[in-house]
Every structure is written in C-alpha cells, then in structure tokens.
C-alpha cells in the first residue's frame, strides 16, 4: 500500500513488478547520465571563451553523437521488449477468475468452480470504520492464493474501466465487448489494493 507523501513505487510482490521495478532504475540511471553529461557541456559552454574550431568541422564528432543515442535507444528497448513479453505470457494458468466492469462495481467469477461469483461494491465513506482507507475498501474482497500462476480475464458491461493493482505491476483496461487477459503472480501473502 502506498503511503502519504511516498516518491517510489510501492514494495513488489511478484516477479513481473520486481521487473519493472529493476527497468526503472536501469531507465532512470541513464536519464540521470544523460541529463548529467548535458548540463556539464551546457556549464562549460557558458563559463568558458575559449573554442576549438577545429572540433566544430569534426566528422568523428559527429558521428559519435549520432551513433551514442542509437546504442542508448537499444540499451533501453531490448529490457523494455522482454518485460513485454514477459507480462504477456501464459504459463498454464492454476486458477482464473472473469472480472467484469460496471458503473460503480466489480463482478468476480472463479470460473474453474460452479455458482462461485460476488459483486464487489466499494464502501462509501460514511460507513468506513477507523484505519480503512477511502475509496479502496469494498465489502467483497477477491481472495486469490499465493505462489501460483493465477490468469484474470477482464471486460466490461458498460463503459472503459481499467483494473488495476500497484504493487503486482498490473493494469489492464476493461473494455466492453472486448476480453482481455493478464496472468499474475503473487510472492508473498497479504492485502493488496486495486484502483
């Protein structure tokens, strides 16, 4: 669960946000890189007089910063396309659950069991109790079991939703008409919030 003020991402608690996590800062190291390089050059051109002008006509130069950003590009991309494919992958599923969209609710089926579905309402704020968190508890919760490769098939009844938890890296969009799918993974037991 997120907390007030918080500048990171929350704890991961399975292997695809673990991932992300990991992409994030290898992404966020070579911003850092970059951005540093640049405000030097940046400091140096307006602190100094002096000028090469032989540098200025350097094919070498030229070609080392447009060749750098290409390999910059790939050390980002080649990361980014195996998480992709990572997050779209279905490794013969234990469990799944049909989740469907509605106005202001969510309808969970475990469709490998008989007659097991609920209606997920969120509690309105007047009947939270102290230490509940606005707008994130509901009076259903989805228990799913731990360690195992759980597959959640996500659509809609009425308009675009979007089904989402934080700390397991997903968010899948619930369109009408349309079922999309996601696999997901926990590592550890406990209470995860959606939005």
């Not at 992404?27 to 970059?34: K, Q, S």
């Not at 997920?120 to 968190?133: A, D, F, N, V």
């Not at 707008?135 to 959640?152: A, C, K, Q, S």
């Amino acid at each position: 669960m997120a907390y007030p003020m918080q500048l990171g991402f929350q704890d991961a608690t399975s292997p695809i946000m673990e991932e992300l996590l990991h992409f994030h800062d290898h992404t966020l190291m070579i911003v850092f890189l970059i951005s540093s390089l640049v405000l030097y050059i940046i400091s140096l051109m307006l602190t100094t007089k002096l000028t090469h002008t032989s540098t200025m006509d350097a094919q070498e130069i030229e070609t080392i910063w447009t060749i750098l950003p290409a390999i910059i590009l790939i050390l980002i991309a080649l990361p980014s396309l195996r998480i992709l494919y990572m997050m779209d992958e279905i490794n013969n599923p234990s469990l799944t659950v049909k989740t469907m969209g509605h106005q202001w609710y969510w309808s969970y089926e475990y469709t490998d069991y008989e007659d097991l579905n609920f209606d997920s309402y969120m509690i309105p704020t007047s009947e939270l109790k102290p230490g509940e968190l606005r707008l994130l508890e509901v009076d259903n919760r989805v228990v799913l079991p731990m360690e195992m490769t759980i597959r959640m098939l996500i659509s809609s009844e009425d308009v675009l939703h979007s089904w989402a938890v934080p700390s397991l890296g997903l968010k899948t969009d619930a369109i009408p008409g349309r079922l999309n799918q996601t696999t997901l993974m926990s590592t550890r037991p406990g209470l995860y919030y959606g939005q």
